[in-house]
């Protein structure tokens, strides 16, 4: 047993030897998405291609805290958007935590509620993409690449 103890001794001393050179990996950076952004929406109802909008985003960013504003220009009409609030990661992804509509009203097609939705930033331009169900017209489908 004491012959063992300078192995012992010496087996940590080798361990540590450089340590003072290890560098640990960063956590991931997450991406500065602050801006405006806009571009054309496709938008779909059942299926069938519908007028084109036009959406305007404004994004405001704390760290990875975003609060997110906007009009949508539906039949040249400045349509205001329900301001909400989210988080993005280090791959640009959007998961909101509260604000935005879940539901609206729509004349034709009755209301009109969210299914699922994704935002997801890359460089200068944001995908965004919308689902939603209806009463009476089957699903809405919004898709659109935004740029600052």
Known sequence: MKGSIPWLLLGLGL?????????????????????????????????????????????????????????????AKNVPLTAMTGNVNASGYFTPTSGGASSSYDSTCGNARLVDGSLTFSGNSAQYVERDATDFCGSWILSGTLTK
């Open 15 to 75: 361990v540590g030897y450089g340590c003072d050179s290890v560098t640990l990996p960063s956590a991931p950076q997450i991406p500065n998405v602050a801006g405006a952004y806009s571009g054309p929406v496709t938008w779909t109802i059942g299926g069938a291609p519908a007028p084109p909008l036009f959406l305007y985003m404004n994004v405001i960013q704390a760290g990875s805290q975003l609060t997110i504003t906007g009009t949508m220009v539906v039949d």
